[in-house]
C-alpha cells in the first residue's frame, strides 16, 4: 500500500468535509450529535462485539491490564459516549459568535467573530471512547476531524467510526466530516504530520513519548501537554484539616489521570504536626510514598525519594513527599520539577494564595481546592478535548471555544485608507 497516497486521499476528503460543515447551522449541528448518541446505544452489540477482537489481540500481546481497562467497550461506557454527545449538543456553539466590537473614529465598526478551525487531526493511544468525545466536538464547533486511534484499538475505533458516519449519510452530510486513518502502520502518523494547508491542527491524547514524537515531527501546529506533574503545597498557615481532605483527594480519586498529585510539599513548620496523619491515610488507600530525608525522619519505613523521582508522571498510587523550608522553596520546586498543568497551595493566608496564583506558571493553579478539578466540565466549560500546557491560543481545558479561532470583521459605510 502507498501509506502516503493514503493518508493524503483521507485528509483531502476530511477537507472537503470542513467545507459543508462549517456552513452548518446549530440546529443541524445538534440534530446530527443527538441522532450520533441514538446510533452508539442502537449498535452497542456490533461495538461490543469488535471491541473483543482488540481484547482478544491485546492480551495475545501481553498488554498490561490497566491498558486492557483503558482499551474495553462495555454497555456502561457506551451510554457514556451518548451522553457525552448529547451534552455538547446542549452547549452553546461558538461559531459566529462575535467576541469583540469597536467603534474607529471614522465611523467604521471593527470585531472579531469565532470560526472553525477547519481540519483537526487527533492522534491518540488506547482508549475508544476518545473517537466519540473528540469527534462530537469537533463537529459542534464546525470542524471536519482525521482521527488516528492506536493499532491496539482498530476494530474498536473503526466499529465507532462507522456507526457515526452512517448518521452523517443519513443526514446528508459529507461523509468527510469523519474521517478515519483505518491502518496500524505507524508511517501513516508520519505522514499526517506533514499534511500542513490540508490539516489545521494536531492535537495528540496520550503518552509522553507519542505527544513528543507528534511535536518534534509535525509541520502543523500543535496542541499538547506531555505530562502532568502536579504538586499540591501544604503552607505552614493552612487549615491541616482542609489540607489532608485536598491532598488525599488529589492522589486518591482517580491516580491514572494527567491532574493527580505526584509530589506533596509540606512547609517544614506544620511537617510533624500535618505528615504522620497524612502519611497513615495514604498508606490505609494503599499508596506508595516516596520521602525526603526530612520525611523519613517523621516515618523511617517510607522508600527515599530520588531526584528523578520529582520528574515522574506516577499515573499511579505513588507518591513524592518533600518537606520545603517555606513558599519560596516550593514554588521553587514547581518550576524545576513541574510540567506547568496543574499546582495548588493550601493556605489561609490570603497574602501567600495571591503571590501562589502570580508566580506559579501552570495551565491551571489552585488556591484550597485540589488538582483534580482542572477538567472543562469542573470549570464550567462543558466537555474538553484535552488540557493544554501550551501558551500559544489554549491554555488550560480545552473545549468548544479553544477549537475555534477568531477572524477580525469590518462594517463600514463607504470608508477608504487616507
Known amino acids: 500500500m502507498d501509506i502516503r497516497a493514503y493518508v493524503l486521499k483521507k485528509a483531502g476528503e476530511a477537507k472537503e468535509g470542513a467545507g459543508v460543515i462549517t456552513k452548518a447551522g446549530s440546529d443541524k449541528k445538534n440534530n446530527i450529535l443527538t441522532k450520533m448518541a441514538s446510533a452508539l446505544k442502537r449498535n452497542s452489540v456490533e461495538l461490543i462485539e469488535a471491541n473483543k477482537k482488540d481484547i482478544t489481540l491485546a492480551k495475545e500481546n501481553a ?120 491502518i496500524p502502520e505507524r508511517e501513516a502518523v508520519m505522514e499526517m504530520l506533514r499534511l500542513e494547508g490540508i490539516i489545521d491542527l494536531i492535537i495528540p491524547r496520550g503518552g509522553e513519548g ?129 510540567s506547568a498543568h496543574s499546582d495548588a497551595v493550601v493556605t489561609m493566608n490570603h497574602e501567600k494564595a495571591m503571590r501562589f496564583l502570580r508566580e506559579v506558571d501552570s495551565s491551571a493553579v489552585f488556591v484550597n481546592a485540589s488538582t483534580r478539578l482542572n477538567d472543562g466540565y469542573q470549570f464550567g466549560l462543558g466537555a474538553e478535548i484535552g488540557i493544554s500546557t501550551d501558551k500559544i491560543h489554549a491554555r488550560g481545558p480545552m473545549g468548544l471555544e479553544e477549537l475555534t479561532c477568531t477572524k477580525f470583521i469590518v462594517l463600514g459605510n463607504g470608508q477608504l485608507r487616507e
Open 63 to 182: 498488554l498490561s491490564n490497566a491498558l486492557i481497562d483503558r482499551l474495553t467497550i462495555n454497555e456502561k461506557r457506551i451510554r457514556e459516549m451518548a451522553e457525552g454527545l448529547r451534552e455538547v449538543a446542549q452547549l452553546p456553539d461558538p461559531v459566529g459568535e462575535i467576541t469583540k466590537m469597536w467603534r474607529r473614529p471614522n465611523a467604521m465598526m471593527v470585531g472579531r467573530m469565532r470560526v472553525p478551525i477547519g481540519v483537526i487531526g487527533i492522534i491518540y493511544e488506547a482508549r475508544p471512547n476518545v473517537t466519540a468525545d473528540a469527534t462530537g466536538l469537533c463537529l459542534k464547533a464546525g470542524n471536519a476531524v482525521v482521527l488516528r486511534g492506536g493499532s491496539e484499538a482498530i476494530n474498536s475505533n473503526r466499529a465507532i467510526v462507522d456507526t457515526l458516519r452512517a448518521v452523517l449519510k443519513e443526514e446528508g452530510i459529507h461523509e468527510g466530516v469523519i474521517t478515519f486513518i483505518d
Open 210 to 338: 507519542l505527544i513528543r514524537t507528534v511535536t518534534e515531527n509535525s509541520r502543523i501546529p500543535v496542541l499538547k501537554h506531555y505530562k502532568g506533574v502536579c504538586h499540591v503545597f501544604v503552607d505552614r498557615d493552612a487549615d491541616l484539616r482542609m489540607a489532608e481532605e485536598i491532598c488525599f483527594n488529589a492522589k486518591v480519586q482517580r491516580p491514572a489521570t494527567c491532574n493527580a498529585m505526584e509530589t506533596m510539599l509540606v512547609d517544614e513548620k506544620i511537617a510533624r504536626d500535618f505528615l504522620p496523619g497524612m502519611i497513615k491515610r495514604f498508606k490505609s488507600a494503599g499508596v506508595i510514598l516516596k520521602g525526603c530525608p526530612e520525611t523519613k525522619k517523621i516515618d523511617a519505613t517510607i522508600e527515599e525519594v530520588k531526584e528523578e523521582d520529582f520528574f515522574n508522571e506516577y499515573l499511579d498510587l505513588i507518591l513524592n513527599i518533600k518537606v520545603v523550608k517555606d513558599m519560596d522553596d516550593a514554588m521553587e520546586h514547581i518550576a524545576r520539577y513541574g
